[in-house]
């Protein structure tokens, strides 16, 4: 098993920046591929990004593509999300997720086994 928890969340105005991480510990990180989900107050939890487990293969939603880069850091057990040109509506609260890397990369949060507590990004006008 691997446990996960998120931090680097907070309030910030529309333009700026801010950068999550996901530290793990338990079970070696570099054996699962790693994805960030959100989800604001009256929605669905949906799929931000992720990143595979050698950091060879990334994919985003298209809400965020352009704005926003995943990475990680094996040796430190940490993965990152680097949020730029924050909008209104990415606040919600983002969530690191966890799958064994013998399994495919997937935008499904139903296809992931291990989740942090969450981290709270609010992103004002």
């Known amino acids: 098993q691997v446990q996960l928890v998120e931090s680097g969340g907070g309030l910030v105005q529309a333009g700026d920046s801010l950068r999550l991480s996901c530290a793990a510990s338990?079970?070696?990180?570099?054996?699962?591929?790693t994805g960030w989900f959100r989800q604001a107050p009256g929605k669905e939890r949906e799929f931000v990004s992720l990143?595979?487990?050698?950091?060879?293969?990334?994919a985003y939603a298209d809400s965020v593509k352009g704005r926003f880069t995943i990475s990680r850091d094996n040796a430190k057990n940490t993965v990152f999300l680097q949020m730029n040109s924050l909008k209104p509506e990415d606040t919600a609260i983002y969530y690191c997720?966890?799958?064994?890397?013998?399994?495919?990369?997937?935008?499904?949060?139903?296809?992931?086994?291990?989740w942090g507590q969450g981290t709270q990004v609010t992103v004002s006008s």
């Open positions: 997720a966890a799958r064994l890397k013998t399994l495919s990369t997937s935008t499904s949060r139903y296809t992931y086994d291990y």
């Open positions: 338990g079970r070696t990180f570099s054996s699962y591929n």
């Open positions: 990143i595979s487990w050698s950091g060879g293969s990334t």
